[in-house]
């Protein structure tokens, strides 16, 4: 997740950097940046997006998991596992 998060900062600082270049004023070209970004890093970082997605979704499953373990022991269902 900080992979991603840090390649789309990046992505923006060099599309503004682009835009700078151009004379384009810093707070409009770090502005139009983000907006261009939000598509084009679903097109750039596409295979980081989904591995970031799946170990997401497999978190979730973890904890909903434990969740579910832990309410099967409180109702007296389950037995609690022997540390």
Same mark, same amino acid.
């Given at each position: 997740?900080a992979l991603?998060?840090v390649a789309?900062f990046g992505? #923006?600082?060099i599309?503004a950097? !682009? $835009?700078?270049?151009?004379?384009?004023?810093?707070? @409009? /070209?770090i502005?139009?940046?983000?907006? #261009?970004?939000m598509p084009?890093? !679903? $097109?750039?970082?596409?295979?980081?997006?989904?591995? @970031? /997605?799946?170990?997401?979704?497999?978190?979730?499953?973890?904890?909903?998991?434990?969740?579910?373990q832990l309410?099967?022991?409180?109702?007296?269902d389950a037995p609690?596992?022997?540390?």
């Amino acid at each position: 997740m900080a992979l991603y998060t840090v390649a789309r900062f990046g992505l #923006v600082a060099i599309v503004a950097a !682009l $835009l700078m270049l151009a004379q384009v004023p810093v707070l @409009v /070209a770090i502005a139009v940046s983000v907006v #261009v970004v939000m598509p084009l890093s !679903l $097109l750039v970082f596409g295979r980081l997006r989904r591995r @970031v /997605a799946i170990g997401m979704a497999e978190r979730t499953e973890d904890r909903r998991q434990r969740r579910e373990q832990l309410r099967a022991e409180l109702r007296g269902d389950a037995p609690a596992d022997a540390e």
